[in-house]
């Protein structure tokens, strides 16, 4: 279990950007966050990876991965977490590679040093994982320059990752925001499909892939946890401010599709 309990985070500049925000993600599960923009979810992703910015801190609460309270270890021990025991696919994809390095050379890198696998087996286990993401050319794409390669290949890519490093829990801000249609659906099935063995925390302002994904999804306001329950229950009876507003606005969109519909088939 990945527990977030009663976190607290300050700036430098007085700030409050978490205010007593807890929630818990157990293995087999996938919690959904979402909220206005600015409210607070990275920074909740960033406090549990440890990777919060420089001028921001931990005021108050705790985390906890498997009964060990991680928010207490230090830098080193800390960033041995990433990867093998927490998974981060990041918001901006260009900021999860190194643009000087092969993407081939990062991902094998990475694979042989967390698994402690093979170069021959870490490029095996990488053009399976990309395969499996819809990204074909794999020959190609792991040849490239991470600057060479669309938002989306390297959402793609920072997702094959993750697979084939299959963290305990995966923290994912944001992953289908890049995506045509197709490949969000390909990536919720197969997120779908790694909660039989992981806890997920899913990011994401993506009622589709809230509701297909998530049991529970928590709304964020202000730094705060102020709303919780399904994505189903959020849109129809939302109690707070924000919750109300988005259920409203997905609610213009389903009408506008269904005048869409109406007008395709009388034209
Ligand atoms: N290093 C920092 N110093 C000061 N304020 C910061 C810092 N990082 C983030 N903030 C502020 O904290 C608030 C929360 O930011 P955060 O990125 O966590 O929001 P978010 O909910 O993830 O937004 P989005 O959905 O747009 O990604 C914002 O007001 C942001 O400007």
Partial sequence: MLKVDGLSVKARNGMLLLDNASLAVA?????????????????????????????????????????????????????????KTIGFIPQNPMTAFDPRVK???????????????????????????????????????????????????????????????QPEYILADEPTSALDEDNREILTRILKKQREKTGILF?????????????TVFVMEHGKITETGTMEKLLSAP??????????????VEERNFIWTEYELNA
């Avoid at 996938?30 to 979810?41: E, N, R, Y």
């Fill in 103 to 165: 993407i081939g050379t990062q991902m094998r890198e990475t694979l042989s040093i967390r698994l402690g696998i093979s170069k021959s087996d870490a490029d095996s286990l990488n053009a399976e994982k990309l395969m499996a993401l819809n990204l074909k050319d794999c020959k190609r794409i792991l040849r490239s320059y991470p600057g060479q390669l669309s938002g989306g290949m390297l959402q793609r890519i920072a997702v094959a990752l993750m697979l084939a490093l």
């Fill in 239 to 252: 109690r707070e401010k924000w919750t109300r507003e988005f259920a409203a606005a997905h609610r213009k």
């Fill in 203 to 215: 990011l994401s302002h993506d009622v589709d892939a809230l509701s297909a994904l998530c049991e």
């Fill in 27 to 83: 293995s087999g599960h996938i919690i959904g966050l979402t909220g206005a923009s600015g409210s607070g979810k990275t920074t909740l992703l960033k406090s549990i990876m440890g990777m919060l910015d420089r001028n921001c801190s931990m005021i108050k609460g705790r985390i906890v991965v498997d009964n060990e309270e991680i928010s207490k270890l230090g830098t080193k021990e800390r960033r041995e977490l990433c990867g």
